[in-house]
């Protein structure tokens, strides 16, 4: 019986290892997103639209754009950063949110693969950043239902590379590699009785059985349960969590190994705090950006 130790790199190898694979599900064909969706789980908003389908464009910055670092102030230290506004089209998608309940739609920004992502509520407005580490950066953005399920329409999913001051060559997903998005769960989640989202976004292969050519096959890991192989991107709901902090894995493999890439695999934690609502990606600290 294999021991999982949550350390990153215990992760990484487990995941590459090709463990015992406890479950695969049968291709299933892909279904329209639904209309006007009710919450799976108490405690958030019921979803609106979409009203046809889902455009996400970015507009700024561009591909492969420099943003220059401002100079420092007479008698300051040089910068480390630059600002970075983000602009973006989106249609067919209603951002909004419910009074009640706290909870809407809106889209969601991750910055390389950090832990947290950023909450965009209002795309209508740009989004500024207000300091962005110098070197080469991918921004993905998507939109997301009240309870954290991502729209799963490929057109519904944009991302850029851009450079701060430098190119590095960091934060790259090479042309024609896989790319994973994990949606959710990030940072802190409320479980209603121990239930939280895992939710995630694939690009560059079909996530199929192995039959399916150039597919690849998703695989996670849940602290030291066994792992899971699926062969269809849709939300999973893990069960029966007890509160404090998780580990997992999540990661894109073919033929048991992790698919090249600099977004193939995820590894990180979240921790499960006692309250109604269940997981949803977790709102990066307002210091660091502004926007809606």
């Known amino acids: 019986m294999f021991t999982l130790k949550l350390t990153p790199g215990r992760f990484a190898m487990t995941l590459a290892m090709g ?33 046809g389908p889902v455009g996400l464009k970015i507009v700024s910055p561009g591909v492969d754009e420099v943003i220059p670092v401002p100079e420092a102030a007479a008698g300051q230290p040089p910068a480390k950063g630059a600002p ?12 909004f949110e419910d009074a009640a309940t706290k909870t809407g739609q809106r889209l969601e920004i991750l910055v390389d693969n950090i832990s947290a992502t950023f909450p965009w509520r209002d795309a209508t407005k740009p989004y500024t950043f207000k300091s962005l580490p ?4 991918t921004v993905r953005i998507f939109p997301v239902r009240p309870w954290g399920e991502a729209i799963k329409e490929p057109s519904a999913f944009a991302t850029v590379t851009f450079h701060v001051g430098d190119k590095d060559g960091k934060n790259t997903a090479e042309p024609g590699t896989p790319v994973l998005t994990v949606v959710a769960p990030r940072g802190k989640v409320k479980g209603e009785i121990g239930k939280v989202l895992l939710d995630v976004l694939v690009s560059g292969c079909p996530v199929a059985e192995q039959t399916v050519p150039d597919s690849c096959r998703l695989r996670y890991k ?26 997992y894995v999540v990661g894109l493999t073919r033929e048991q190994k992790v698919v090249p890439g ?14 109604t609502n269940p997981a949803a990606p977790a709102a990066a600290p ?5 926007g809606q």
Do not use: C, I, M
């Open 286 to 290: 307002p210091a660091k950006a502004t």
């Open 19 to 51: 463990l015992t694979l406890v479950l695969a599900q049968p291709l299933l064909a892909q279904t329209a997103t639904p209309k006007d969706p009710k919450s799976p789980v108490a405690g958030f908003a019921d979803g609106r639209g979409p009203a």
């Open 222 to 247: 849940l602290d030291t349960l066994p792992e899971v192989t699926l062969t269809k991107v849709e939300p999973v709901w893990l069960e029966n969590l007890a509160p404090g902090r998780h580990a």
């Open 134 to 137: 110098k070197g080469t950066h």
């Open 262 to 275: 600099a977004f193939a695999l995820y590894q990180g934690f979240f921790e499960v705090e006692s309250g």
């Open 84 to 95: 970075v506004t983000l602009k973006v089209e989106l249609t067919n998608f209603e951002t």
